[in-house]
């Protein structure tokens, strides 16, 4: 994969932690929201750890996102 597709994989993994975060455990997105006065970090990295599950789940490497996408 390019960088852009992994990249384009790991938001939509963002975007389906937020939303499995608020179905299944009532975490707003607002708690998530670096920018929101509501925001949490202990619930930022759970939803992160979800980001994560739900990248490899995609068919996403972390290791390839990583050497790609953060260097």
Known sequence: MTAAELQELMDQAWDMAVERAADLYDIKPAFVDP?????????????????????????????????????
């Open 35 to 71: 920018t929101d006065d509501h925001y949490c970090n202990s619930h930022h990295q759970f939803v992160n750890d979800l980001q994560s599950e739900i990248f490899r789940e995609l068919g996403g490497d972390l290791e390839e996102y990583w050497e790609k996408c953060c260097e």
